[in-house]
Each structure stands twice: as C-alpha cells, then as structure tokens.
T-cell receptor
Framework: AQSVAQPEDQVNVAEGNPLTVKCTYS??????LFWYVQYPNRGLQFLLK??????LVKGSYGFEAEFNKSQTSFHLKKPSALVSDSALYFC????????????????FGKGTKLSVIP | DSGVTQTPKHLITATGQRVTLRCSPR?????VYWYQQSLDQGLQFLIQ???????AKGNILERFSAQQFPDLHSELNLSSLELGDSALYFC????????????????FGPGTRLTVT
C-alpha cells in the first residue's frame, strides 16, 4: 500500500524567508509525486508534479520541489515566502506502474498548514 | 476557478437521512473523482468514474454510491447518514484516468460541506 507522511502539521516562516514543507512517501516501484495547495473555503489547486527526469521540479507561484529517491522524500520549497502563500499544502503519491488495485489513485498526506508571518 | 462546479455548497441534515451531491466536471474532462476530507481522516479517495463507468473504488462505505451520467456530470449519494459522515466532499476531474506512464492533473471543485446533526 502506498502512503504519504507530512511530519509537520504547521510550519511558520517569516515573509521573505525561504520555506520548506516536508513530505516523505512509500510506494511500490517508482513514484509519481504531487503537491497541491488549498486556500480557505476553496478546493485543492495543483502546484507541481514529479513523473520522471530532473529531480528538481518547478511549479506554479514560484514553488519548486526536490525528489530524493534514496530518502523517499519530495520536499516543497520556495526561496522567498509571501503572506499570500499561507494555506494548507498537501503532498500526494501514486505508483508509476500497476501493482494492484488502487495503484493509480492518488494517496494524500494529512496536509501541512503554512503560515507566513509579515 | 478550476472549472469544476459542485452543488450545494453547504448541506445540513439529520442522522438517518439521504443526500445527493452533484458535480459538473471541467469541459472536456471525462474522468471524475470523489474525495472526502475530514479533520481526523484527512483527504480520502472515495470513487472514480471515467466516461460513465466506474473506474476505481477507494475507501467508500456501502451506504455511499455514485454515478456518472451521459452528460458527464456525477452524483454522490450518501444514505443512512451518521454523525461521522460530516465532512467536506470534493469532486475532481481530469481529461482521462491515471495510468501506467501517464498522469493527468486533477482539477478540484470548491467542495460541499455536509453537516449531519
């Protein structure tokens, strides 16, 4: 079974500082990895995904994520945080190849609340 | 705006009742997913349809059912409601289902907040 861990329920960062939201995963075979953001009273919005290729993936709103296969991690980063980045961030994983029922369905972490302090 | 619409936005009902949540996918998207978001369980995949046919099932209770109609809109039916069913229910759509070597972005609707009293 595939799983995602977001070890921090909340991350606080000062505006202008770099931010990191952590994600580790477990999946059979190679992973497809995703980050989504949820603003209050809104649905999830896609930020970026890793399928294959360069371990550093660039996405929307200046976010990027680094895939580390040996550490089974896919941490979300941004060089300079904005107050408007404050939201709930979800990491998700699925397997690249079929390994049983549910293989292709996204499994989400419990989310990390990011607060950017002015 | 993702282009996915969900109605109603809010729903308050009593235990034992039945409700129907509706989702219209983005124009051109054939695949619809239903998710449940609760404080204790997080975001859980319930069920997926593709072009009118059930594609995959997740942690969906037997009291819950869904369907996708010929115009591609989908409905999630929740019956014999319990207090624990109170949650945000999201619908997402993508142009096609996930597959081997293929991944499509899922676009989420704004959700339906269900409160069971």
């Amino acid at each position: 079974a595939q799983s995602v861990a977001q070890p921090e329920d909340q991350v606080n960062v000062a505006e202008g500082n770099p931010l990191t939201v952590k994600c580790t995963y477990s999946v059979s075979g190679n992973p497809y990895l995703f980050w989504y953001v949820q603003y209050p009273n809104r649905g999830l919005q896609f930020l970026l995904k890793y399928i294959t290729g360069d371990n550093l993936v660039k996405g929307s709103y200046g976010f990027e994520a680094e895939f580390n296969k040996s550490q089974t991690s896919f941490h979300l980063k941004k060089p300079s945080a904005l107050v408007s980045d404050s939201a709930l961030y979800f990491c998700a994983v699925r397997g690249a190849t079929y390994s049983g029922a549910g293989s292709y369905q996204l499994t989400f972490g419990k989310g990390t609340k990011l607060s950017v302090i002015p | 705006d993702s282009g996915v619409t969900q109605t109603p936005k809010h729903l308050i009902t009593a235990t034992g009742q039945r409700v129907t949540l509706r989702c219209s996918p983005r124009s051109g998207d054939l695949s619809v997913y239903w998710y449940q978001q609760s404080l204790d369980q997080g975001l859980q995949f319930l069920i997926q349809y593709y072009n009118g046919e059930e594609r995959a099932k997740g942690n969906i209770l037997e009291r819950f059912s869904a369907q996708q109609f010929p115009d591609l809109h989908s409905e999630l039916n929740l019956s014999s409601l319990e207090l624990g069913d109170s949650a945000l229910y999201f619908c997402a759509s993508s142009v096609a289902p996930e597959g081997q070597g293929i991944s499509y972005e899922q676009y989420f609707g704004p959700g339906t907040r269900l409160t069971v009293t």
